[in-house]
């Protein structure tokens, strides 16, 4: 399934790794490190030029998204219990 983060883009839900509140960007010296060295090889990808609300992280690239961490959340959890219904079909 499909995780859409904003703009044009959207993702496999299996491949997020974690979805951030844009506040973690500054908060934390781990995650700034982490960021700066993502943006030195150039993984971020910025969706829109409207405020970012967001941070997914997926293991190739790193996405600042428009649209809050508490959407994209409640997103991925409907996706990810879509995908669990299908499996108990059988």
Known sequence: MFIHLGGDT???????????NSDMKDSSGITKHFLEQHEKGRQII??????????????????YSPISSVTLKRRAQAVSELENFGEGDG
Do not use: E, P
């Not at 496999?12 to 974690?18: E, Y």
């Not at 910025?46 to 996405?63: A, E, G, P, R």
């Open 46 to 63: 910025n969706i829109s030029s409207d405020l970012m609300k967001s941070i997914v992280v997926t293991q190739t690239k790193i996405y």
């Open 10 to 20: 959207v993702i496999r839900s299996k491949d997020v790794i974690a979805i951030l």
